[in-house]
């Protein structure tokens, strides 16, 4: 594979709940190829994933969750020297099962350098669980659980990097400061 320096990123749209498949169905069908001594440009295809804490049935659950839904990202050799599409590549990802298009149909457009360091850094930080929900200072909180459970508090500080937030509970006319993990609060029904 020595025209990999040419390859660059693009993005593919996929049938919803599909990007899985499609990944293994073009590596696959790329590694049987090689074998054979055929090389279509394919050289790596990423479904970027994100791992989630929730909590259910009072215990803290993780679980994977795609950031791009319905997108798949493939690294791959599509136009010549002369900037000219180079069909057998472009038909290997395009006819795949459960592919839909590329982005920019027959023409792919090629992602930015920003965004590749961008998807690279979500597929680098994929094994670090995020809450579900993302907490900003001044947004107001049911407590789940705790000794101040049912109040409702106000964020004052946000610990990332613990998974923790400082609250402003008030209790009998008082401000009443608290340090509750994300999983401990919720957001007040409307």
Do not use: H
């Not at 592919?99 to 094994?127: H, T």
């Amino acid at each position: 594979m020595e025209s990999e320096d040419k390859s660059r990123w693009y993005t593919v749209q996929v049938m919803s709940g599909q990007e899985r498949r499609v990944k293994e169905s073009l590596l696959n069908q790329r590694d049987r190829d090689l074998a054979d001594g055929i090389d279509k440009g394919l050289f790596d295809v990423l479904v970027p994933t994100v791992k989630v804490m929730e909590r259910k049935d009072g215990k803290t659950v993780i679980r994977e969750q795609k950031s791009y839904p319905g997108y798949v990202f493939v690294k791959s050799l599509l136009y010549d020297d002369e900037d000219k599409i180079i069909a057998e590549n472009w038909m290997f990802v395009k006819e795949t099962k459960g592919v839909i298009n590329f982005m920019g149909g027959v023409r792919p457009i090629a992602l930015s350098d920003e965004e590749v360091a961008g998807l690279m850094q979500v597929e680098e930080e994929k094994d670090t669980p995020r809450p579900e929900v993302i907490w900003k200072v001044g947004d107001n909180v049911i407590i789940k659980e705790g000794a101040f459970e049912n109040c409702e508090g106000v964020i004052e500080d946000i610990d990332e990097e613990r998974k923790r937030l400082k609250l402003s509970v008030t209790i009998f006319g008082r401000a009443t400061p608290c340090e509750l993990d994300y999983w401990q609060v919720d957001r007040p029904q409307s």
